[in-house]
């Protein structure tokens, strides 16, 4: 609650002065009036002249009472104008204390989102360690049961694995978003190709192996200075998210030209309604809020937009033809060697 100051003893004497001299300036300027008349009625100074000017004309009266009435009007705009002064003394007063108050709310509340994220960043470093050592046993577990011709538990524990690899994700995106925040998100760029990060992305999709093995491929060499690590996050959040939303034909076509190489998700899902698609690469935002999927935290997009630009790249939406479409688009490099081969086709199990 914003608290008035009170009125100091210089306030007072402030106010006492406007009063004063607006009386003061009344009296003097009402003065000239009786003045003026005397000397045009008498023509004269003295007190019979002027006593036969006001018994000819006797509105020279109220003449005579100018200087009282303008000395009571200026006592009373000087009384009305302090008390204005010091209305919008209170009232600069209040907004000083009111912009002190919000600045420091706005202080804290920065405070707070920088303890949020790096609490978040810091949470999601020290998950992601144990659930890396689960993930790894899991597929030890699932090889070995396998091995022995256990299919059953092997199943399940390749149901554990991927369950683990979800969340990994998830963390994964977590710490990205809470990294960018606090500024502190690194690049370590190094000479790839997109085709091979591509292939490497939909070999450990988590999803049904059917729709894995659907997943039409179009590729050809296209080698870029980038984070791996990073483009692949770009690529399995690109591919979760056609999975999840899109339609039953999903591909992903990998072109160069023109300085720039370009990874493009596409679906013949329902696409996203226009308004919202740009909003969709917001934080917490899904397109699709009619149809929401179960372990989607709305930050795939948003981060993959967020690495991309770090990369010098970029992250688009369109839709044409009832085709989806998101393309991530990185400077093109060019290859130390000619181990950047062109890919086409499904990809094989």
């Not at 406007?18 to 003097?28: E, F, H, P, V």
Request: aromatic share 6%; hydrophobic share 40%.
């Amino acid at each position: 609650m914003t608290v008035v100051k009170p009125i100091t003893m210089g306030d007072m004497q402030r106010r006492r002065s406007l009063i004063r001299r607006w009386t003061l300036g009344g009296i003097l300027f009402g003065s000239l009036f009786p003045a003026a008349g005397w000397m045009l009625a008498g023509g004269g100074h003295s007190f019979d002249e002027i006593s036969a000017g006001h018994a000819a004309q006797s509105v020279l009266w109220i003449v005579d009472l100018a200087p009282i009435v303008l000395g009571i009007a200026g006592r009373l705009i000087g009384i009305e104008y302090s008390n204005v002064d010091a209305a919008l003394r209170a009232t600069d007063e209040k907004v000083k204390e009111r912009t002190a108050e919000l600045s420091a709310a706005n202080t804290q509340l920065e405070n707070l989102m920088r303890s949020k994220d790096q609490f978040v960043a810091t949470v999601s470093h020290e998950v992601r360690n144990p659930l890396t050592v689960v993930l790894g046993f899991a597929d030890e577990l699932r090889d070995a049961l396998w091995a022995q011709g256990d299919m059953e538990y092997g199943e399940l524990a390749e149901l554990i694995g991927d369950q683990s690899r979800e969340i990994n994700n998830i963390i994964e995106d977590l710490l990205v978003a809470a990294r960018a925040e606090v500024g502190t998100m690194t690049i370590v760029p190094e000479l790839i190709d997109l085709g091979s990060e591509v292939r490497t992305v939909v070999r450990g999709c988590v999803c049904a192996k059917d729709v894995r093995d659907s997943i039409a491929l179009d590729m050809e060499a296209s080698p870029v200075q980038a984070d791996p690590s990073r483009v692949r996050q770009i690529i399995r959040n690109l591919l979760t998210n056609a999975i999840r939303y899109g339609g039953e034909s999903i591909s992903v076509v990998v072109r160069s030209g023109s300085g720039q190489s370009t990874v493009c998700v596409c679906d013949n899902g329902p696409g996203i309604p226009e308004k919202e698609r740009e909003t969709v690469f917001q934080a917490y935002q899904q397109g699709h809020t009619d149809t929401p999927v179960s372990g989607s935290v709305g930050l795939g997009l948003n981060v993959s937009r967020q690495l991309a630009r770090l990369m010098g790249g970029d992250l688009t939406y369109r839709y044409e033809q009832g085709v989806s479409t998101f393309a991530l688009s990185l400077p093109s490099a060019e290859p130390a060697s000619e181990q950047f081969a062109p890919a086409v086709g499904a990809l094989s199990a």
